[in-house]
């Protein structure tokens, strides 16, 4: 799983972020080619403690603003979702990766 913002931290230092506000989060873009709408979320990211999270996002924002409001029907409805997740700062899956991490660091029993 590729997330993007912890390039060399350690486990630890990441748990320290997280305790401290920080978050990881997916963020929601939409594409139009006239008859055809594709929503998609982003990678995950890692938002730090006092990082904007609306900031980070502002990339998917624009693409959404500049090319998901084009297919009908789905476009607008499409664009409109992805815009209100991004400006609430993201999807918040920290509990979803956080649990995946333990996940993988257990021992599997047998």
């Known amino acids: 799983m590729k997330i993007n913002g912890v390039e060399g931290m350690s486990g630890d230092q990441v748990n320290f972020e997280v305790q401290r506000g920080g978050k990881f989060v997916l963020y929601s873009y939409c594409v139009s080619l006239l008859v055809v709408t594709f929503k998609r979320p982003s990678e995950i990211y890692f938002i730090r403690s006092g990082e904007s999270a609306i ?3 502002m990339p998917w924002t624009l693409l959404t603003i ?3 409001w084009w297919g009908i029907p789905w476009g607008p ?3 409109i979702q992805s815009l209100l997740v991004n400006l609430k700062g993201g999807k918040d899956v920290t509990a979803e990766v956080l649990a995946r991490a333990r996940q993988q660091v257990s021992p599997v029993d047998e």
Do not use: I
């Open 77 to 79: 409805v499409y664009s």
């Open 66 to 68: 500049l090319l998901g």
């Open 55 to 57: 900031g980070r996002g």
